[in-house]
């Protein structure tokens, strides 16, 4: 299902990714842990394209793109769209369009993009705001919601064009601790569904409790990967320990 | 010379006139006012270089130095007295208000004796007889009379004795233009078929070229005066005397004949008998604003729709340019910056110019509210290029980012996601333009649009009531921007999506 192989990433004279090797079965929830800095954000940001790795290749569902590079035609410009249109991607400072309304939010790229009827891109909007909890804020503007309210938005958002796979940068980051369960819920949620996802968290709890694979992520490069009870109980890596030790106690 | 050929600026300079007259120094009783002159040694004499040949301009020999025949006749007259003639640059139709402020003695350029210029100062015995001289182009027949210009489109010089006379001539469609060489430019290349100007300017410029002739004798002769102070009566005395001398003695033919002035009409200047002057009542526009409220109101309509036109202009070109210099491929991009930085850069005058008398010497001839349009709308554009950029680069990056992540194309993002954000952006700005635009459409008179600064200008010339029309027009112009102000708010207000 996704396939990542030999990711390598720089900004200027700093790797950001040394080489990164995954795979993920469909309906697996994959959790990336580890240091900041340590590249996982921008392991999450090449999968979709929101940044450009310098050589690997990704493969998601059916599409895949190999090697360094903007696009350079239109023919590689599509398989870039494509590639995005299989992952969704929820940010840690939600980045809501706030000139459309929630409802807005969530059928403008279905109706623009895959040319979905208006009619059938808001039925499924509302469909997707009840399941996130927020059935009755379809009028309202982004700016009239509160920062967890918005998350689950930019989660609906995403789920409307179907990806295959949806992709969680640090999304309770931006939010107050009392927030972040209705955002964590959601997530839970669609994790319990079986939706394919990977999820870059600092949640320790929520990681153990949904993850079926952890990857422990550190200089650029997946520095130990295996089961939540492996990862919390037994890592085989010292700076795992380290790190989980830290994380935990907080 | 009669007029200002350097009109473009007398738009900004109303206020200045006004100011002037409100604090005009109460006249001292100095009528020795020659003997100051002779005890400094300098008469100084008020004039503007930029009227050109023939009267002052600066030697094409030698730039640094002046010439023209009433270069030479101030130092006939400063040696007459006993001293030296030092000239003044002062912009001509300011020459008067400068001369009340005391900026220099007397002027010597051009002024008509006429009862409105009676009214400000006094006027010496003519020095000079002018007529109005007709011409067209060589290849071409026209009128050789004043009456032959009924129903014909003819070019004079802004607010000179030709303007005044067709006017009240009437049935005349009188352009007006800046200066002289736009003047002929124009006829030249063919937008009008008739000038008519003073004489000699006419021989001067059009006479030595020969795609341009005269058509018909010179008609409606009027005389050139020195003007001083009203209470400087005995440098008036002096000066007159002077004058009588040079007319008698041959002195004033030498200086004629230099400069291929000298006619048999000048030979009259032996003869004149001033006209005694009969003080006129000053008009208040205020008072018969149902006269003059209308003829301004037509000028506001030519400003809305150049303003309106104009601006439709802009905004779309200021599109294309940003979307080209912030997404183009390099060469595009660097296009428009081009654009951008030449455009600002220079000044808007200088682009109507181009546009206008520019175009037509490569073969695009333009007629003036086109120019106008295009040239208001080319310059703003780079504004409003320029708003739109920041409007743009204000949309933070993650919008972009969730955009794309969504599956949108580049083109996609920027028009359901990146423009509608930054419109909100740039309405105040870009409102801001609009109403300047107003203003700045003032400047296309100097390619002979007639709009409400226009007007004003004519009408404030022959009524001398700077004040009312003043109060007029600025209410006009008020009342055209503040309800684009109050759309503006509105506009703003409806688009604002983040308040809680």
Same mark, same amino acid.
């Given at each position: 299902?996704?396939?990542?192989?030999? %990711?390598? $990433?720089?900004?200027? /004279?700093?790797?950001?990714?040394?080489?990164?090797?995954?795979s993920q079965k469909r309906g697996e929830a994959v959790v990336v842990i580890g240091p900041s800095g340590c590249g996982k954000s921008t392991f999450l940001r090449c999968l979709n394209q929101l940044e450009i790795a310098d050589e690997g290749r990704i493969t998601i569902g059916d599409v895949t793109i190999a090697g360094g590079g903007l696009p350079r035609n239109a023919q590689e410009r599509e398989q870039q769209r494509r590639l995005r249109m299989r992952a969704g991607m929820v940010f840690q400072s939600f980045n809501l369009f706030p000139h459309l309304t929630v409802l807005q939010n969530i059928t403008t790229a279905p109706r623009v993009v895959k040319a979905v009827p208006r009619a059938e891109a808001e039925a499924i909007a509302v469909?997707? %705001?009840? $399941?996130?909890?927020? /059935?009755?804020?379809?009028?309202?503007y982004p700016a009239q919601l509160s920062g967890g309210q918005q998350q689950r938005v930019a989660i609906a958002r995403a789920l409307a064009m179907e990806p295959e796979v949806m992709l969680f940068d640090e999304p309770t980051s931006a939010l107050d601790p009392e927030l972040r369960d209705e955002v964590l819920r959601v997530m839970r949620q669609l994790a319990e569904e079986g939706m394919t996802m990977i999820v870059v968290t600092h949640e320790m709890q929520f990681a153990r409790d949904i993850a079926n694979t952890i990857l422990f992520f550190e200089g650029g490069r997946v520095l130990e990967s295996g089961s939540p009870e492996q990862m919390f109980?037994?890592?085989?890596?010292e700076r795992t320990r380290d790190f989980l030790r830290r994380a935990t106690t907080r | 010379m009669s007029n200002a050929w350097r009109l473009s600026r007398r738009n900004h300079s109303f206020l200045v006139f006004v100011l002037l007259l409100a604090s005009r120094p109460t006249p001292g009783f100095c009528s020795d006012h020659l003997q100051s002159i002779q005890h400094k040694g300098v008469l100084l004499w008020g004039a503007d270089a930029e009227g050109g040949a023939p009267f002052v301009y600066p030697d094409p020999q030698k730039p640094e130095q002046m010439a023209g025949f009433e270069f030479d006749l101030a130092n006939a007259l400063a040696a007459k007295l006993g001293v030296k003639a030092t000239m003044v640059q002062n912009q001509w139709d300011q020459l008067l208000p400068a001369l009340d402020r005391g900026n220099f003695d007397i002027i010597l350029n051009g002024l008509e004796i006429t009862a409105d210029n009676r009214q400000h100062a006094a006027m010496s015995r003519p020095y000079y007889v002018y007529a109005q001289q007709i011409v067209i182009r060589s290849d071409s027949a026209g009128p050789s009379n004043l009456d032959g210009l009924k129903g014909k489109a003819v070019g004079v010089l802004a607010s000179s004795a030709a303007e005044r006379l067709l006017q009240q001539q009437g049935g005349v469609?009188?352009?007006?233009?800046?200066?002289?060489?736009?003047?002929?430019?124009?006829?030249?290349?063919?937008?009008?078929?008739?000038?008519?100007?003073?004489?000699?300017?006419?021989?001067?410029?059009?006479?030595?070229?020969?795609?341009?002739?005269?058509?018909?004798?010179?008609?409606?002769?009027?005389?050139y005066g020195i003007a001083v102070r009203k209470e400087d009566v005995t440098l008036l005395a002096a000066i007159n005397s002077a004058l009588e001398g040079f007319i008698h003695d041959g002195t004033l033919e030498k200086i004629y004949r230099r400069h291929g002035l000298w006619d048999e009409r000048q030979a009259g200047l032996a003869n004149y008998q001033p006209e005694t002057v009969v003080q006129r009542k000053s008009i208040?526009?205020?008072?018969?604003?149902?006269?003059?409220?209308?003829?301004?109101?037509?000028?506001?309509?030519?400003?809305?729709?150049?303003?309106?036109?104009?601006?439709a202009l802009a905004v779309a070109l200021g599109l294309v340019v940003v979307l080209a210099r912030l997404y183009g491929p390099a060469p595009l991009r660097w296009l428009a910056q081009a654009y951008v930085e030449i455009v600002r850069g220079t000044p808007l005058l200088i682009q109507l110019f181009l546009i206008y008398y520019g175009l037509p010497q490569i073969g695009l001839r333009l007629n003036a509210f086109f120019a106008g349009i295009l040239g208001l709308g080319m310059n703003y554009a780079a504004s409003e290029a320029e708003n739109y950029r920041a409007g743009i680069q204000s949309i933070p990056k993650g919008q972009t980012e969730a955009a794309l992540a969504?599956?949108?194309?580049?083109?996609?993002?920027?028009?359901?996601?990146?423009?509608?954000?930054?419109?909100?952006?740039?309405?105040?700005?870009?409102t801001n333009d609009f109403i300047a635009m107003f203003k700045d459409s003032s400047i296309v008179s100097v390619i002979t649009m007639v709009e409400l600064t226009k007007v004003y200008g004519e009408l404030a010339t022959s009524t001398y009531d700077y004040i009312g029309l003043g109060l007029m027009t600025a209410g006009i112009y008020f009342a055209l921007s503040y309800?684009?102000?109050?759309?503006?708010?509105?506009?703003?207000?409806?688009?604002?999506y983040d308040r809680r």
């Open positions: 299902m996704i396939v990542v192989e030999n %990711l390598i $990433k720089s900004y200027r /004279a700093t790797r950001v990714l040394q080489g990164v090797d995954h469909t997707l %705001l009840a $399941k996130v909890g927020l /059935a009755d804020k379809a009028g309202a109980t037994a890592p085989t890596q | 469609e009188v352009k007006s233009y800046p200066g002289n060489v736009e003047t002929f430019l124009d006829l030249k290349a063919g937008r009008i078929d008739i000038v008519l100007l003073d004489l000699p300017i006419a021989l001067y410029y059009a006479k030595p070229d020969p795609a341009l002739k005269f058509s018909g004798e010179a008609f409606s002769p009027g005389y208040s526009t205020l008072r018969e604003w149902p006269k003059y409220l209308p003829l301004l109101l037509r000028g506001a309509v030519t400003t809305i729709i150049l303003s309106i036109l104009g601006m969504l599956g949108m194309s580049r083109p996609q993002v920027l028009r359901r996601i990146i423009l509608p954000q930054a419109m909100r952006v740039v309405i105040p700005p870009v309800p684009a102000s109050l759309f503006a708010h509105w506009l703003e207000r409806s688009q604002s």
